[in-house]
């Protein structure tokens, strides 16, 4: 998730844009945040768009 005011903001959108807007995207559920939001893994075919966007250095993990 992109958060309001995150530095290089724009850079994560466009990264996130170029893998996935306009594609067809499947979301797996994986689990609910502590704030109630939905938590999943997004695909565009076979490509594990979260596993690209960390890849690119445009997102983390928070391994709990």
Known sequence: ????GQTYGNRLKQALSDLAF?????????????YGRTVGRV???PRDVNTEMVRLGAAWVYRQ
């Open 22 to 34: 306009g594609r067809l995207v499947r979301v797996v559920f994986v689990d609910t945040d502590r």
């Open 43 to 45: 695909y565009v075919g």
């Open 1 to 4: 998730m992109l958060e309001s």
